[in-house]
């Protein structure tokens, strides 16, 4: 094997020499693999594994002298299990000479099976194998127990043998494993641990002390659960013996067991549950006492102590078990009665044989609910209460022999007063609920009584002592009217204080009694005097007793009452210092038999049951003024003679009527109008204003004589039309007649213009406050102001809706007309017409004007526009306009002279005057190529002059220019080679620059690309 590796080897070896150039030394080649167990657990001198459980090998490449071929990582290790089926991994290459597979697992046992390594490159590499012992897992365990008398708290060795499922012992077990006894516990607690270390072959022998035994049997089940789960497996394997006999230890304390508690042998505390609760008085069984070891476990044979019993309940009529030697282990059929509620502790003392004592504390439940006791420590019935001010008590449910009842639950409580005067709206409290037998509550008895009771009711009823309820201050004043009746100490603090409702009445009746009382706020008649005011915010009333509706009262008061409006549900309001106002049931009030007419005009309200001192026509408010032409409804009411609309059934419908005016172009009803109801609306119209501008509409009852009439100021209707002219007067008003605007110069101020709002009937629109728009007929920006306020009215500010003042007109015209427009419904006037001239004695300006622009006389700066750009020679016309100074042309005849900041010829004569309307035209071109300023002055008055700025173009290619170094060129200019200067003196066979330029007729570059 080794002289084939080493061939296999001998040409990398040989090419490494060749490469390198060195000197070929011996070296360790590859000589074979090698696989093992990692981390073995050795059973029969080969490695144990367990079925179905993963493991782990270790695959290297070994040297001739055993050492690890690093080198060899072309081997491709690849695992085989020829013996037995298996989960392998895959196939890996070495790394390091060395590799580490894991997550083996065989399915199938075997004793010994082999696991085998190949390369899987290279099937000349010989195979290694490793045999190891695979055993079944764990299926259940045999416990093993010595035979004879074993005793709690003395250790037993126990056998424990783990077994496959054939029975087999599974010799390679090493499981942590937990022991549980049926009875007690370990002296390590419930459970023993025995450690996978222990187990040898498959077997272990452990020590174990049992803590308890069966006090009939005596004896223990031992239990054993192992800590693995395998595939496979539901749950984890176990096996179990019983230990027997297993006797108990010597008399060491006594354990007392009342009904609901468990004895727990081994088990610290010696016993489990709780003791099962007792009612207060009955006899209770199944007491029982037991004589035990140290781990309460009952004792055998003879020497039982003597037994003593106490407890803590003090109460007379408890009965407990008799004392004495104890009669058997257990000592039972016993039982007791105790007598106090809550919890009560027993206790049985032993003495003799051993001193000990064993004690149970249990719950003593009260008998049946008896009675209510109210704690007096915690209120006083001595103590008079008030019925608007709580107080605190506490009410204790008991049972017969005074225990606290643990009543929980809600609780009827209710107030007595006297006898038998016993209501729960009487009381008012925040807590009706027992919580463990005891109610605290804050309370307050809302009716006042001599002798009062609180009254608690579960089933069973209990009463406080007699106490006393005086009334609270008075909070208000209660009106009683006849048909109700007064209830007082009902605890609903919104409750009117009566019941029933207030009988109908007819306005203008006397109600005879009226009842008054003074009460506090649960409507108890409270002392003391109080002057009260009365009032009716619903209408109109009298108490004809009383001026001014006042009157004192301390006690309850009978009044006389008048309630003389019909229009709505009446109440009164009663009003005393320091308390609130408290307002009466509502009455029903029926109107009385037709008396009156109303005229009730926009802007006025029928005031029913007004006192005629007050108001004559029965109404208040003021007529609204109304726009003249414009309808509106009157409404006209009959009514009683206390102003109150007549009922519709009235037997005086229908009212036959005539209406009439004091305005003569008023448009009315055709007469005769009637009304079939208590009212009617009927269209009228008022178009005078008339002086002081109240107009009246009056209707008169063609059966009875009834008449009635409204006043109504009247005033302009809507915006119609303007008026516009002159008005000179020191005090204008707008009733003045305006004069015609007359001619006038441009720019000049033209003083009293006056605009007057009218509607269609010519009326003055006084309360026109808005803005108006004036405009001229000959043109825009010209007049000065163009928005005039018709608020501020007529020289001082009076006579809102029109206005008076200056305006300015700058441009010249005839046939010119002065407008105003209303901008909300675009409504426009004008004036007359008129002249606004300009003369030759206003020449003030000029102005020039070169194709593009044009004239704006009256708009500085008197034209608009930009100059056209020209070629250069091309003719250009220039206008030249004498102008005032708001630039209008005046008939003047100035000499003008034109000049340029560049080259220009004029083709008209220089210093031409202009035509006698004051307007010339000028012929000229422009000779250099660039921006001229072209200035027009007088050239007698050379301060009036203008200016248009002008570009002028090259124009078509005509010649070349030569420019040689000191020449310029001068566009335009005079010179006739069209440049300046003279050429600089050169040197004979130097190179110079000399440019040549392609040009127009006036020496201007024809563009710059042509040099």
């Known amino acids: 094997m080794m002289l084939r590796t080493k061939l296999n080897f001998l040409p990398i070896l040989a090419a490494v020499l060749l490469v390198s150039g060195a000197v070929a030394t011996d070296a360790l080649a590859f000589d074979h693999l090698e696989i093992t167990v990692v981390n073995p657990h050795v059973v029969a001198g080969r490695p144990a594994v367990t079925v179905e459980t993963d493991f782990s090998v270790n695959v290297r490449a070994v040297n001739a002298d055993g050492t690890t071929d690093v080198n060899a990582n072309f081997i491709h290790a690849q695992l085989q299990s020829p013996d037995v089926a298996a989960t392998l991994p895959g196939s890996s290459y070495l790394s390091g000479g060395e590799f580490q597979f894991d997550n083996i697992r065989f399915v199938a046992d075997g004793q010994p099976v082999r696991l085998r ?29 010595p035979g004879g008398d074993k005793f709690v708290n003395q250790a037993v060795n126990v ?45 272990a022998t452990v020590p174990v002390t049992f803590w308890g035994t069966d006090p009939v049997t005596r004896e223990n089940v031992l239990y054993a659960t192992n800590s693995v789960v395998y595939p496979g497996q539901a749950s984890a394997a176990t096996g179990n013996a019983t230990v027997t006999p297993l006797r108990p230890g010597a008399l060491s304390t006594i354990m007392l067991l009342l009904p609901g508690e468990t004895l727990t042998p081994g088990e610290s505390p010696g016993k489990s549950g709780l003791p099962s609760s007792q009612t207060s008085g009955q006899n209770f069984n199944g007491i029982a006492v037991y004589a035990t070891d140290q781990h309460w476990n009952p004792i055998e044979g003879a020497g039982l102590p003597n037994l003593t019993w106490t407890s803590d309940d003090p109460s007379g009529g408890v009965i ?126 809302t009716k006042r009584g001599f002798s009062a009771y609180i009254i608690v009711d579960s089933g069973v009823v209990g009463n406080s002592p007699a106490f006393q309820v005086n ?201 005769p109008q009637s009304i079939s109801d208590n009212q009617g609306d009927f269209q009228v119209t008022l178009v005078t204003l008339a002086d002081p501008n109240h107009q009246t509409v009056q209707v008169d009852d063609n059966g009875s004589g009834v008449t009635a009439f409204a006043a109504i100021p009247v005033r302009a209707g809507v915006i119609d039309h303007f008026d516009i002219g002159i008005n000179s007067r020191t005090s204008p008003t707008p009733a003045d007649v305006l004069s015609l605007i007359p001619d006038h110069r441009a720019g000049s101020l033209l003083p009293n213009v006056t605009v007057v709002a009218r509607d269609v009937f010519g009326n003055h629109v006084s309360d026109y406050t808005e803005n108006v728009t004036l405009y001229v007929s000959h043109g825009t920006g010209i007049l000065t102001p163009t928005s005039i306020d018709m608020g501020a009215g007529l020289g001082s500010g009076g006579y809102q809706g029109s206005w008076r003042g200056n305006i300015q007109i700058t441009r010249a015209g005839t046939d010119v007309r002065l407008f105003a427009r209303e901008d909300t419904y675009a409504n426009t006037d004008s004036s007359n017409t008129f002249v606004v001239f300009a003369g030759a004695q206003d020449y003030a300006d000029m102005i020039i004007l070169l194709p593009g622009e044009t004239h704006t006389p009256g708009i500085a700066p008197g034209k608009v526009g930009s100059p056209l750009p020209v070629m250069a020679g091309d003719p250009v016309v220039a206008t030249v306009i004498a102008t005032d100074a708001w630039w209008n042309q005046v008939p003047v005849q100035p000499q003008i002279h034109f000049t340029s900041d560049n080259f220009f010829q004029m083709i008209t004569a220089n210093n031409t005057p202009l035509d006698p309307d004051g307007s010339g035209l000028f012929d000229l071109f422009l000779k250099t190529a660039t921006g001229h300023q072209l200035t027009a002055a007088d050239l007698i008055t050379p301060a009036i002059t203008d200016q248009s700025d002008i570009v002028a173009t090259p124009g078509l290619f005509d010649r070349l220019m030569v420019l040689l170094p000191g020449e310029a060129a001068q566009p335009g200019g005079p010179e006739p080679d069209g440049k300046t200067g003279t050429p600089l003196p050169q040197t004979a066979s130097l190179e110079f620059d000399v440019r040549v330029r392609a040009m127009d007729q006036f020496w201007n570059q024809v563009n710059e690309s042509s040099e």
């Open 117 to 145: 390594v190949v390369d899987a490159d290279d099937g000349s590499v010989p195979a290694a194998e490793v045999e190891i012992n695979c055993y079944n897992y764990v299926h259940h365990f045999d416990l093993g127990i």
């Open 159 to 203: 056998t424990i043998t783990a077994r496959d499922l054939n029975g087999v012992a599974v010799l390679n077990f090493r499981d942590d494993l937990t022991l549980d006894a049926l009875v007690g516990d370990f002296p390590s607690g419930p459970t023993q641990l025995v450690g996978g270390g222990s187990f040898n072959l498959g077997a």
């Open 320 to 445: 407990l078990p008799g004392g004495g030697p104890m009669g058997g282990n257990p000592e039972s059929a016993l039982s007791s009665t105790l007598i106090r509620s809550g919890t009560t502790r027993v206790t049985v003392n032993a003495s003799g044989a051993v001193t000990a004592s064993s004690r149970s504390d249990l719950i003593i439940n009260p008998q049946g609910l008896d009675h209510f006791e109210f704690d007096t420590g915690v209120w006083n019935p001595a103590d008079p209460q008030v019925t608007t001010i709580p107080f605190n008590i506490r009410i204790i449910a008991r049972d017969a022999a005074n225990n606290v009842f643990p009543l929980n639950g809600a609780v009827s409580l209710r107030a007595r007063i006297g006898a038998a005067d016993e209501s729960a709206d009487y009381i008012i409290t925040n807590n009706s609920t027992f919580v463990n037998g005891r109610l605290d509550a804050l309370v307050q008895v």
């Open 471 to 671: 009334a609270g201050p008075c909070e208000k004043i209660l009106m009683s009217f006849p048909g109700q009746n007064w209830v007082n100490g009902l605890n609903d603090e919104n409750f009117s204080g009566n019941q029933g409702t207030p009988n109908a009445v007819t306005a203008g009746d006397i109600i005879a009694s009226m009842e008054i009382r003074p009460v506090d706020r649960y409507n108890n008649l409270a002392p003391g005097a109080r002057n009260v005011t009365f009032s009716c915010p619903s209408g109109w009333f009298e108490m004809p007793d009383y001026a001014g509706n006042v009157m004192t009262i301390n006690n309850a008061t009978s009044a006389r009452v008048t309630l003389r409006s019909a229009d709505q549900l009446q109440y009164l309001r009663a009003e005393s210092s320091g308390i609130r106002a408290n307002a009466s049931s509502p009455v029903q009030v029926s109107p009385a038999a037709y008396a009156r007419l109303v005229v009730e005009a926009p802007g006025e309200t029928l005031d029913p049951g007004i006192f005629d001192t007050i108001e004559d026509d029965g109404k208040v408010g003021d007529p609204g003024d109304q726009d003249a032409g414009v309808p509106f409804d009157v409404r006209i009411f009959a009514t009683d003679s206390y102003w109150n609309p007549v009922s519709d059934q009235s037997p005086a419908l229908p009212v036959s009527m005539d209406f009439s005016s004091s305005d003569p172009a008023a448009v009315l009803p055709a007469n």
